[in-house]
Nanobody
Framework: QVQLVESGGGLVQAGGSLRLSCAASGRWSRLNVMGWYRQAPGKQRELVAVMPSGGNANYADSVKGRFTISRDNAKNTVELQMNSLKPEDTAVYYC??????????????WGQGTQVTVSS
C-alpha cells in the first residue's frame, strides 16, 4: 500500500516557475514508476512526465524543454520543476506511482492532486 501526498501548487504568472513535490509512504517492494499527470477543466487527465526507477524520464511534447522531473529514491519523493509556465498549464496536477508490493503485485496509486494556476 502506498500513499502519495503532493505539495507546491499555487498561482503564478505566465513565464514564472513552480516546483511540485510528491512524497510516497507506506510499504512496497519497489516503486517502479513515478510521475505526474494533470487534468484541466473539461479535459481528460494527461501524462505530464514519468520516470521509471533507474530509467530515463519521458515528457509530454507540450512540456518538453520547460518541465523537469526528478526522483530521490532514498527519500521516496518525485519532483516536477516547471519553468516558463503558460496559461494552458493550468490544471490539477496529480502524483502517480506504480509500485510492486511486498507480495509482488503491481498496483497503481494516485495523490489527491494540487492546483496549479497560471495567469496571463
Amino acid at each position: 500500500q502506498v500513499q502519495l501526498v503532493e505539495s507546491g501548487g499555487g498561482l503564478v504568472q505566465a513565464g514564472g516557475s513552480l516546483r511540485l513535490s510528491c512524497a510516497a509512504s507506506g510499504r512496497w517492494s519497489r516503486l517502479n514508476v513515478m510521475g505526474w499527470y494533470r487534468q484541466a477543466p473539461g479535459k481528460q487527465r494527461e501524462l505530464v512526465a514519468v520516470m521509471p526507477s533507474g530509467g530515463n524520464a519521458n515528457y509530454a511534447d507540450s512540456v518538453k524543454g520547460r518541465f523537469t522531473i526528478s526522483r530521490d529514491n532514498a527519500k521516496n519523493t518525485v519532483e516536477l520543476q516547471m519553468n516558463s509556465l503558460k496559461p494552458e498549464d493550468t490544471a490539477v496536477y496529480y502524483c502517480n506511482a506504480v509500485a510492486l508490493s511486498t507480495s509482488l503485485r503491481s498496483n497503481e496509486y494516485w495523490g489527491q492532486g494540487t492546483q496549479v494556476t497560471v495567469s496571463s
